[in-house]
C-alpha cells in the first residue's frame, strides 16, 4: 500500500538558519508529491508540489524541494529560516488509478519551532 | 488561485444533535472533494471522497449513516455529523480537486467541532 513517511517529529531550529525536512514515500509508482503548511487551528496552504519535470521544484514563502527517485524522497528545504515560518508541515503523496487522481496520503508532520 | 471556503469555522453543539459543514469551490468546478478528520497534534485521515451526482466512498472505519456526505454540484459538499457526541469533536477539513488543473488540490480553512 502507498504510505508517505515524515521521520522527523519535531524539528527546532535557530532563526536565519537553513532548514530541511524529510520526506520519504513508498509504493511502485512515482506519486505527485506535495508539501503542505498548516498554523495552529487553520487549514493547510500549498508550498509546493511536483508531478513531472524538473526535479527540483521552487515553492512559495522561499522553499524548495527535490524529488530523488533512487531515494523515493521529497525533502524541503528553506536556505534561511524566519520565526513566522513555526508552523505544521506536512507531506502528501497521490497516486493515478487508471488515469484518474486519486485521494492524498499525508504524512504524520513535522513540527517546525524557531528559536530566535 | 484556487479557493475553497468551508464554513462554519467553528462549532459548538449539543450531545445528540447534526451538525452541517459546508465545503465551496469558490472559483473553479471541483469534480471530486475530500472529507478529512484531523485529531490534535495528528494528521489529516481520510475520511471519505465525494464525487459531484454520485454516492460517497468511505474509508474503512468510517460510519456513513454518522457521516453523511452530500455533493449536489460541481462547486458545493456537506458533511453532516448525525447525532453527535463527544467523540466527533475534531478537526474537518475539505478538499476540492479541480478538474481543469493537473493535481490541483485545495483545502478549506477547517472546521473546529466541539460536541459538549
Known amino acids: 500500500a502507498q504510505s508517505v513517511t515524515q521521520p522527523d517529529i519535531h524539528i527546532t531550529v535557530s532563526e536565519g538558519a537553513s532548514l530541511e525536512l524529510r520526506c520519504n514515500y513508498s509504493?511502485?509508482?512515482?506519486?505527485?508529491l506535495f508539501w503542505y503548511v498548516q498554523s495552529p487551528g487553520q487549514g493547510l496552504q500549498l508550498l509546493l508540489k511536483?508531478?513531472?519535470?524538473?526535479?527540483l521544484v521552487q515553492g512559495i514563502k522561499g522553499f524548495e524541494a527535490e524529488f530523488k527517485r533512487s531515494q523515493s524522497s521529497f525533502n524541503l528545504r528553506k536556505p534561511s529560516v524566519h520565526w513566522s515560518d513555526a508552523a505544521e508541515y506536512f507531506c502528501?503523496?497521490?497516486?493515478?488509478?487508471?488515469?484518474?487522481?486519486?485521494?492524498?496520503?499525508f504524512g504524520k508532520g513535522t513540527k517546525l519551532s524557531v528559536k530566535p | 488561485g484556487a479557493v475553497v471556503s468551508q464554513h462554519p469555522s467553528w462549532v459548538i453543539c449539543k450531545s445528540g444533535t447534526s451538525v452541517k459543514i459546508e465545503c465551496r469551490s469558490l472559483?473553479?468546478?471541483?469534480?471530486?472533494m475530500f472529507w478529512y478528520r484531523q485529531f490534535p497534534k495528528q494528521s489529516l485521515m481520510l475520511m471519505a471522497t465525494?464525487?459531484?451526482?454520485?454516492?460517497?466512498?468511505?474509508e474503512q472505519g468510517v460510519e456513513k449513516d454518522k457521516f453523511l456526505i452530500n455533493h449536489a454540484s460541481l462547486t458545493l459538499s456537506t458533511l453532516t455529523v448525525t447525532s453527535a457526541h463527544p467523540e466527533d469533536s475534531s478537526f474537518y477539513i475539505c478538499?476540492?480537486?479541480?478538474?481543469?488543473?493537473?493535481?490541483?488540490?485545495?483545502f478549506g480553512s477547517g472546521t473546529r467541532l466541539t460536541v459538549v
Open positions: 509504493y511502485g509508482a512515482t506519486p505527485y
Open positions: 511536483y508531478f513531472s519535470g524538473d526535479t
Open positions: 502528501a503523496g497521490g497516486w493515478d488509478y487508471g488515469g484518474s487522481q486519486g485521494n492524498l496520503i
Open positions: 478538499s476540492a480537486r479541480d478538474r481543469g488543473r493537473n493535481y490541483g488540490y485545495t
Open positions: 472559483d473553479f468546478q471541483a469534480t471530486t
Open positions: 465525494s464525487n459531484e451526482g454520485s454516492k460517497a466512498t468511505y
